[in-house]
Structure formats: C-alpha cells, structure tokens
C-alpha cells in the first residue's frame, strides 16, 4: 500500500498541468507568507493578480529565451496599467484607448505564439487594474504591484527552469506517446470492422490525429527552443529526448498506414484468429506507447514488454497455418504479411526506446530539425491588415466588444461591471465553435464556483482561512486551465470571491453582480461572433480539404522518390510528412468544429464528412508506403504513375480551391504485378491511392456549387 501511495504521488507531482501549477502555488505562498508578516492585504491580493496574469502569460523557452520573455512581458504589463491608470478620470478618452491598445495587443499576437500569449497577459493586466482604478492611492500603486507579482513569479519559473531545464520537454514527449496510444488503441477496433463501422473508425482516428500532431508539435517547439546553442547540442539528456521524439515520428507514421481495405477483411479472410491476432498486437503496442510516455514522464528506465514478441510470433504462426488451410491468393496474404511486418516494425523502434534512455548509447550527431524561417515582423503584420484574415477580425470583434462592455457599465453605474470586459476577453474566441465551447464552460463554471464560494465564506470567515483558500484556488485554476475550463471557471471564480472579500468586505455582495456579470459577457461575446464576420467552417473547408490533397501528393511524391533506398529519416522527408499530418489535422479540426455551428450554417454537412475520411484514407495508405520505403521494389513506370496520382490529387486541390476544371488525363497507368511481393505490395498501395484519388476528384467536382456559393477567398490563419 505504501509503495501504490508513493506511486500515486509521483504520478501526481509529475501530471504536466500539476506541474505548471506548482510553479504558481509556490510564488502564492510566498504572497501569503508576505501579507501575513505584513498585514496589507490590498498589497498582497495586487501581487497574486500580477501573478495569475503572469503565469497566463508564459511560453515555453529556453533559460535565456525566458529571460527575455519576462522582460518583454513586465515592460507591457506596465505599459498597459498605466494607460488604464492615467486614462481611467476620463470615460471617453479611457474607452478610446482601451479600443486601440485591444486592437494593437491583438494584432502584435499575430507575431507568433510567444506574442500572443504576452499580449493576452498584459489586456487581463489592464482588465484588473480598472478594478481597483478609482481607489488607487496613486498613479503607480497598481502598475508597479502588479508588475512586481508577474515579476516574483517569473523569478520562480526561472528558478525552476534552472533546476528542471527539460522537465517540460518530458511532458510533451509523454503526451506525445500517450497520444499514440490512443490512436493503436482505436486502430485495434478496424478488427474486425464492416463498411459503415470502417467509415466511423477512420472518421475517429482522423480526431485522435488532431492531438497527436499537436502533442508532436509542442514536443518540436520545445526542443527547437533548446538546440539553437552548441551547448545544449552538447547535453546527453537532449541527445535522448530528441532521437525518442524522432522515434515518436517514425511510429506515428506505422502506426497511421493502412495496408487493405480494413471494411473487407473479415469476409476475405474467414478467420476470425487471425483477425483476433492483429486486434491483440495493436492493443498491447497501444499499451506499450503508453508505458513509455509514463517512463518518459516520471524519468524512470522503460522497460518493453517481451509480450509483444511472442504474440506477433503466435500472429505469423497462425496466418501461416490457415494459409495453408484457405489457400490465400497472394494479393491478400501479401498485405498481411506486411501489415504484421509494420507492427514488427513497431515493437522494434519501441524496444530500442530502452537504449534511448540511457545517454551513453545515443548515436551522434544530432539530426537537424526544420525551423521557421525568420519573417520582417514588419512583413507579418502587414499580412494581417486585411478583413480575409482572423486576427485582424478577432482584434475589431475584441477590441469593439470591450468598448460596448465599459459603455455597459458605465450608462447602468454596475460598480462592478468590470468583470463582463473579463468575461469577453475569456471567451470571445477567433472562431464561433471556440466561442461556443468557452460560453457554456463560464456559466457553468461560474455558476459553481459561486455555489462553492457561499460556505466557504461561512466557514471560513477569518483572515489567515481565506488567504489559503486564495492559494489553493489559484492552484487548483491552472491545474484545470489547460485541460477543464469549466473546472478552471470554478476555481477561478471562488478565487476572486476571497479577494474581493479580503479587499472590501463584500464577498457576499458580488455574488449576484458577478453572475449578471458573466451572463452579458456571455451574451455580448455570442453576438460578436456571430454577428460580425463569423468565420463559419463551411468557407473553410474547401481550401483546408485543397491544402490536405496538396500535402498528400508533395507527400507521396517524396516516399516514391526514396523507393528501396537506405532507410534514413532526412529532414525533406520528415518536413513533407509532418505537412501532411498536419494539414489533416486543420481539415478534422474544422469539421469538429462544423459540428457545433448552427444548423443553417452546416451546408454541405455530408460532403465534407466524406472528403474529410477519405483524405484521412489516403494518408493512411501513402503512411504505408513510407514505412516499407526501404524495403519495396520499384515496378516498370512507377515515374509515370507517381506523376499521374500527383496531378490527380493537385487536380482535386484546384478544384476546391476554385480553380477551373482540367481535362481529365484517363485512368492511372497501373502495371500487372510482378512477381515480388515487394512489387505486388507497392502495386496494390498505389492500386488503393489511386482509386481513392479518383473518388477524390469526383467528389471536388460534386462541391465546386460549395466554392462557388461563397464568394470569398480564404482567411488567413491565425
């Protein structure tokens, strides 16, 4: 029982949302060791909001890079509060200013991820300084208190970056292999799987893909943010999480291919063991990416299950036994053999995660990773002057919202109005399916945390009760914040309940105004978004889908060009793969957001979701050519098909992009196999692909009334 505790804990303290968390409750207490040897509490409660808005405010860099992040980021929390500050006597001047510094925070995130999120901070800055505006004893008082808070906890981060310098690094991993867990996980279900059962599994995968790309990505920013310098080029601890994140690319790749159409598989096989066989290896991988991804997350030595040998052995044994039975033609037993080959494939690069952990066998050098190319941010900016693009729309909405919200509180004297322009900067979102999900999240929350906030007040009616309250709840906010924004609401909301009591006295007395409050925030940030250019899915997924068939094709032209090569994973591979995963990945976050839109605004509901499954197909089967690059043989004009499915698929593209329809070339120019399996396994990929390429094509004509219908080009993303 003791060692389930200690395990327990261990999985607690190293959770990456606890982990961030910790980092705030420690500067907190260090707050509330601070009000109670000196007794100011108005002092003390500016601080823990410097601190809040602080750690919002944060991105994941290197020491130095974090370094200068802070620095960035108190010189715009300064600025912001100041204005607010100086401003706040003259409500015609002040809201002036609050609709320019919104549109100008908003826009500067347009930079990239790093400004946005400083941006972000500094407007709740400004945000909490207009709360205690008219009882500041002077023009400075809360621009240096809170300036001093996000300080004290930027002190704190950096100290624990020194000391941790790639426990986030960890995380990202960890997420990375839990994420592929999933995905072997939900893959197991195509065995065995009917037409229509097939069609849901990949329409699954292709959202269980929208996590793994983006866990693959932040795992990639954080190690671009620690390989600039020689130095860190140099750590055998980095040597080692990177070539595990190289390896997490390599079985995201097996582990997305599809080698048959899964739908058949049952009715051709007739042998529901060997079916049974593969649903059991891809269920116990699914378990070892996960106890990986837990290795990797609490720094423990992995060690692979030797169970995964045995059964792929048993799977060869019996697909063996019952070809000899059944007599499969070799256009079945070919796929098989291979399909049992890539999973082989994965147990291996699994098993070779052990040596990875260990420093002393990391092989150097150090592959490169693609970086960004560095823009004029003059450039950036100017990209975004324009109404097609979703920052330039989100900072007039944002910008026009915060105004109408201080012309709220001012025309109905709300004394404590303020918290629906906090309202509205929390929820009103780029999009309306993101604005949506945040609306019903803060009333829930809110509504909650005030349900707890009332016996928290009773009970705890003394000083010292409900600065810990205030700890505890600022805690427990960003252990939820990344994960469960209802949750976050909650904590939040009983939070700020302790602090206006600590302040004023009147905890009691804001329950009421605090929940109107939310509801016109809610309100107002609705209408926003759906009223003033909303940004609904169906304009954008003609080119997502455009961009995606684009990608597969610059994908696949890159596989068939290191046919039967040396295996090497180089940095133009891995950029056209990563492109491709990554353009499935928009094309499914847009139809998941379709999902929760108007009724009227879902047009074309089916064809998307046709185009969207059948996309996520066609990487599945290009993903499966690239992991037998090495091994397969190429047939007599492979050159001549690889450029007929390339034009096919850029064909598609143009065409839900609006361009005019092409002559049609005529049927892929697909040999007779020969007489390898190498070359049968090559031909029948292709066979698939371009069959699947065709339908494609047919269905972009089938939706060009979608391109035409709208008018628009596409917005700029944000």
Not at 463 to 470: K, P, T
Request: glycine residues 6%; proline residues 5%; hydrophobic residues 50%.
């Amino acid at each position: 029982m003791p060692v389930e505790y200690s395990g327990l804990l261990r999985r607690l303290l190293t959770d990456s949302h606890v982990y961030f968390a910790l980092k705030v409750l420690i500067a907190m207490v260090g707050l509330l060791a601070t009000a109670l040897a000196t007794g100011d509490i108005q002092l003390t409660v500016l601080l823990s909001l410097g601190v809040v808005a602080g750690a919002i405010a944060e991105t994941d860099d290197s020491l130095w890079g974090r370094v200068k992040n802070l620095a960035m980021t108190l010189v715009c929390f300064l600025f912001a509060s100041l204005c607010v500050q100086y401003l706040f006597p003259t409500p015609w001047l002040f809201a002036l200013g609050l609709a320019s510094s919104t549109f100008l925070f908003v826009m500067v995130g347009a930079l990239g991820q790093r400004y946005a999120t400083i941006s972000f901070g500094s407007l709740l800055v400004a945000i909490y300084t207009m709360l205690g505006a008219a009882k500041a004893p002077d023009l400075f008082y809360q621009p240096l208190a809170l300036g001093a808070g996000a300080l004290w906890y930027g002190l704190v981060s950096l100290l624990w970056l020194w000391l941790l310098p790639y426990k986030t690094l960890h995380e990202q991993l960890a997420q990375s292999y839990f994420a592929l867990s999933r995905y072997l996980e939900e893959k197991s279900r195509f065995f065995p799987a009917d037409e229509h059962g097939a069609q849901a599994i990949r329409h699954n995968l292709a959202q269980l893909n929208i996590n793994l790309v983006g866990s693959l990505n932040l795992a990639k920013t954080a190690l671009n943010a620690r390989l600039h310098s020689q130095r860190a080029q140099a750590a055998p601890e980095l040597a080692g999480l990177l070539r595990l994140y190289l390896l997490a690319l390599e079985i995201q790749e097996r582990a997305t291919s599809s080698h048959y159409p899964y739908s058949r598989l049952e009715a051709d096989l007739k042998q529901g063991r060997v079916i049974a066989g593969f649903q059991e290896v891809l269920q116990q991988l699914a378990q070892a990416c996960r106890q990986l991804g837990y290795a990797i997350l609490v720094h423990e030595p992995y060690h692979h299950p030797k169970r995964i040998r045995w059964a792929l052995e048993a799977l060869e044994d019996q697909l063996e036994f019952t070809h000899l039975k059944q007599h499969y033609p070799q256009s079945l037993l070919t796929p098989m053999k291979f399909l049992r080959r890539n999973l082989a494939s994965i147990n291996g690069l699994l098993a070779s995660a052990e040596e990875l952990q260990n420093p002393a066998t990391v092989p150097m050098p150090l592959p490169p990773l693609a970086r960004p190319a560095p823009r004029p941010l003059l450039a950036l900016l100017r990209q975004h002057l324009s109404l097609d693009s979703m920052v330039f729309r989100h900072a007039l909405r944002l910008s026009l919202g915060l105004v109408v919200g201080y012309g709220i509180l001012q025309t109905f004297e709300l004394d404590k109005g303020y918290w629906i322009l906090l309202t509205v900067l929390f929820v009103c979102q780029p999009s309306y399916s993101a604005t949506r999900r945040r609306l019903m999240q803060r009333m829930l929350g809110t509504f909650i945390g005030l349900l707890i906030g009332v016996p928290v007040l009773w009970l705890l009616p003394s000083l010292h009760g409900q600065l810990v309250v205030m700890g505890l709840a600022a805690f427990l906010f960003f252990t939820q914040v990344r994960s469960n924004y209802s949750a976050a609401v909650c904590f939040i909301t009983l939070y700020v309940l302790m602090a206006f009591n600590l302040l004023d006295g009147i905890g009691f007395a804001i329950l009421g105004p605090r929940l109107l409050d939310t509801l016109l925030g809610c309100l107002l940030s609705y209408a926003l978004v759906a009223w003033l250019w909303p940004d609904w899915q169906y304009k954008r997924l003609p080119q997502l889908i455009a961009n995606s068939l684009s990608a597969n094709a610059r994908y696949l032209s890159a596989v068939l060009a290191s046919l039967h090569l040396r295996r090497d994973e180089s940095l133009a591979y891995r950029i056209a793969r990563k492109e491709a995963h990554l353009a499935d990945s928009e094309l499914a976050m847009a139809w998941q957001s379709m999902l929760v839109e108007p009724s009227k605004r879902r047009r074309f509901l089916d064809l998307c979701f046709t185009l969207t499954w059948r996309n996520h197909a066609l990487l599945s089967y290009i993903s499966a050519l690239g992991a037998h690059r090495d091994q397969l043989e190429p047939i007599t004009g492979l050159a001549q098909i690889s450029r007929h499915l390339s034009h096919t698929l850029t064909q598609a593209a143009g065409q839900l992009a609006g361009e005019a329809p092409q002559e049609e070339q005529g049927p892929c120019p697909l040999p007779a196999p020969d007489s390898t399996e190498e070359q049968l396994m090559l031909s029948q990929q292709l066979t698939l692909i371009s069959q699947l390429a065709d339908e494609l094509l047919a269905l972009a004509n089938q939706s060009r009334l979608l391109t035409a219908t709208q008018g628009a080009t596409m917005p700029t993303p944000s």
